[in-house]
């Protein structure tokens, strides 16, 4: 991938852009067709930019979160273009194997009352959403496995990028599963890498795909 087109101008765009100037990516002025778009602007923005980039044929990474209400025109707005789009509520590859890790074990402990899972979600303090997109997704994929809901306890205080916890309890003894990101250059990487995983495909898709089709 030789260009890219970023939608946003937060914190998290410029961890972008500094990036992609480290792998020789071209950031554009001007959205292009067939040149992969990075969103990580406003919620409030993300259906006007994500049409935009199916008029202009660019396929889309969504990072943005909080615009789920939405998701169905979006969704079949790339499906019936053409065009592709990934949203990925995080970045992080490290979070992509950690969601798959926690689903494989939601069915080994499905079974198991004795070990009462609780989801905890910590970031900075100017994130605006809460839960996060990541831990509504473990949520759901929980609800799917389960049937149940899974408990989610969201803060946000100081500088953290972010942290997710699952802590299954039992009365004699707990498992801790965790995700701690550093920094957002590992949000930056993997949205460059999704990015680049876009170019010639169509149709809309998650970070199950993305996941499945890369391991």
């Not at 009462?116 to 100017?126: A, I, M």
């Not at 049937?147 to 004699?172: C, E, K, M, N």
Request: contains cysteine; aromatic residues 10%; charged residues 20%.
């Amino acid at each position: 991938m030789k260009k890219v087109y970023l939608f946003g101008r937060g914190k998290m765009a410029a961890s972008v852009m500094d990036e992609a100037k480290k792998q020789s990516i071209s950031v554009e002025k001007t959205l292009e067709k067939n040149v992969p778009a990075i969103h990580f602007g406003k919620k409030d923005t993300l259906v006007h930019d994500a049409l935009l980039c199916v008029k202009k044929g660019a396929p889309l990474l969504i990072g943005t979160t909080g615009w789920e209400k939405e998701a169905p025109c979006i969704k079949t707005a790339f499906e019936n273009s053409g065009v592709a789009a990934l949203y990925a509520p995080n970045c992080s590859l490290g979070v992509s194997y950690f969601m798959h890790i926690a689903k494989l074990a939601f069915s080994l402990l499905e079974k198991d009352s004795t070990f009462l899972p609780t989801l905890y979600d910590h970031h900075h303090e100017q994130k605006v959403d809460a839960p996060s997109g990541t831990a509504k997704k473990i949520a759901q994929d929980y609800k799917q496995i389960t049937g149940q809901t899974l408990p989610i306890f969201s803060s946000r205080a100081g500088f953290h990028p972010g942290t997710h916890q699952i802590v299954f309890d039992s009365p004699y003894e707990t498992l801790f599963l965790r995700h701690e990101s550093r920094n957002r250059n590992v949000y930056a990487q993997g949205a460059l890498l999704m990015a680049k995983w876009l170019e010639g495909k169509q149709g809309f898709f998650t970070m199950d795909d993305f996941f499945t089709r890369n391991t």
